[in-house]
């Protein structure tokens, strides 16, 4: 294998920053999924409201947590901040002004919030496979998982306002600042591994 090429299940930047997976406790990843699910409220209180569907650094923050995280402990953080949401936290973009808790969730933006769940779990797998130590590869992995975060937002945005009005609203809006935010992520994580292997 070529060096520093990642091997297929290979790490995340979280093994190089708290250790491999085997050396970590149970409280210590129970604590990394908190911060996690911490900062996707606070990316979520980062908004703009520009119809029915709010801009956030929200999606940012969910395939960075991803990435960095991998699948299982990122898809823990995702569950963490869902959970919080449930038991009534305002922890959602919207929140309390819009309603909190379960009947948030159910809500026109529902379908969203599983989508991030999807979202982080697909860009951690395939950051494992060293998705996120190429700039291109990156990129692409971002605009995925985006799409993994639209469809199932968009379908239940539909049951609301139709299919046709949830992509001009919950979808196209959108589109231009998830193909930034999908390019400062593939510089970002290419540049976070290099600085890794040197260190």
Do not use: C
């Amino acid at each position: 294998m070529k060096a520093g090429a990642p091997a297929i299940g290979g790490r995340v930047l979280a093994d190089v920053m708290f250790g491999a997976p085997g050396r970590r406790s149970l409280a210590h990843n129970a604590l990394i999924a908190l911060a996690g699910s911490l900062l996707l409220w606070a990316a979520a209180k980062a908004r703009i409201d520009i119809g029915v569907v709010p801009v956030t650094l929200q999606t940012l923050a969910v395939l960075a947590l991803g990435a960095a995280l991998g699948p299982r402990l990122a898809a823990a953080a995702v569950v963490a901040y869902l959970a919080q949401g449930a038991l009534g936290l305002p922890v959602f973009a919207g929140t309390p002004e819009k309603g909190v808790g379960l009947a948030y969730m159910v809500g026109p933006t529902g379908g969203y919030l599983f989508g991030f769940l999807i979202a982080a779990a697909a860009i951690g797998w395939l950051a494992e496979r060293g998705a996120d130590r190429s700039p291109l590869r990156m990129f692409l992995a971002m605009l995925a998982a985006t799409a993994l975060i639209y469809v199932p937002g968009a379908l239940w945005l539909s049951a609301f306002v139709g299919l046709e009005q949830a992509v001009a609203l919950g979808v196209a809006p959108f589109l231009a600042g998830d193909v930034i935010k999908a390019a400062l992520a593939a510089a970002v994580f290419p540049a976070a591994w290099a600085l890794a292997r040197r260190t």
